[in-house]
């Protein structure tokens, strides 16, 4: 009998140590998990400067680029363009921006 009730002894106090570990994870810091599929770091005003200054460059502003922070530091620039120039200039440009330390470059030409 003794035996049995140390079984369920140890087995009740792990479910109640999880329970109590999810509660913690729940209630301290759940916010700063992200989706493991979400590949964008929320930082807009980085994101903003970078499309403000691609479409305040007369050969890149009617070029369909988007911008997406992935993480501190590093732009993504997607989409199409014209030529191979625009490619690289839109890059050029890109790390111009303050507060941009790397840009990872998946544009294509058309």
């Known amino acids: ?6 079984r ?18 729940l209630a301290t810091g759940c916010s700063d998990i992200r989706d493991a599929t979400q590949s964008q770091y929320d ?5 903003l400067a970078v499309y403000k200054a691609l479409k305040a460059d007369p050969q890149l502003m009617h ?20 030529s191979d120039l625009h490619v690289t ?3 050029q440009v ?3 921006v303050d507060g941009v330390r790397l840009v990872t470059n998946t544009l294509y030409v058309r």
């Open 94 to 96: 890109a790390l111009q």
């Open 8 to 25: 369920f002894t140890s087995w009740a106090a792990t479910i109640a140590a999880a329970v109590i570990a999810f509660t913690l994870l």
């Open 43 to 47: 930082d807009s005003p980085l994101s």
């Open 63 to 82: 070029e369909p680029i988007s911008i997406t922070t992935t993480k501190p530091g590093t732009v993504r620039l997607n989409g199409h363009v014209n």
């Open 1 to 6: 009998m003794f035996q049995t009730q140390s």
């Open 89 to 91: 200039l839109a890059e």
